[in-house]
């Protein structure tokens, strides 16, 4: 289940990890990109735990003020397409109090088929749409939401080395980007390896 207390514990743990990671984030986004995702959501991610007052039973609203912070703190393509995801997770949420399994799966699919519509990116570019598709196909089958995302987004990346990056900037430097984890899937799995 999924409430509005179980989700400001999360966003806390999830700002503690982003503050220990953010300059790691960085460097290997640095690598292909603009070396700013740590940052990214770091802000993002500080900005939602100074709102936690403006949280209510309804998890409808507390998922429009995390896409808000999101907007607020970040101009780069990635903390968009958060603040996207949220949006429409929001949507999908209005009025509810809580969240059982089903719907919690929603949530991640909201999230993953925003991604690839915003970020016009398809399964299999390697980008952190191919973990997010991940954690649904673990969680249809686990009862236990943390195993199953640490599992899923670990599997993620393992699945796709070797595998050149196929959207975005990366896209510039071929097949360098082989030996290289996409920087959100690395995120992901970084930030939820430590649940």
Do not use: W
Not at 6 to 26: G, P, S, T, V
Not at 61 to 80: D, H, L
Not at 109 to 129: C, F, H, M, V, Y
């Amino acid at each position: 289940m999924l409430n509005k207390d179980i989700l400001i514990q999360i966003f806390r743990k999830l700002l503690d990890e982003a503050k220990k990671a953010h300059d790691e984030l960085n460097a290997i986004d640095g690598k292909i990109g603009d070396g700013d995702l740590g940052i990214t959501i770091l802000h993002g991610l500080e900005e939602i735990n100074l709102n936690f007052d403006k949280f209510s039973a309804d998890m409808g609203n507390n998922f429009m003020i995390c896409s808000q912070a999101f907007v607020k703190k970040s101009g780069s393509s990635f903390g968009t397409l958060v603040a996207f995801s949220f949006m429409n997770i929001s949507k999908l949420l209005k009025g509810k109090n809580s969240c059982n399994h089903a719907e919690i799966i929603k949530i991640f699919e909201t999230g993953l088929s925003t991604i690839l519509e915003r970020g016009k990116t398809n399964l299999g570019d390697k980008t952190i749409a191919d973990s997010l598709n991940s954690i649904v196909k673990k969680l249809q089958n686990e009862k236990n939401y943390t195993d199953a995302i640490k599992e899923a987004t670990a599997e993620a990346l393992n699945d796709f080395k070797g595998r050149k990056i196929k959207i975005g900037r990366a896209r510039m430097f071929e097949d360098k980007t082989k030996d290289i984890d996409d920087p959100g899937m690395y995120a992901l799995y970084l930030l939820c390896s430590k649940f």
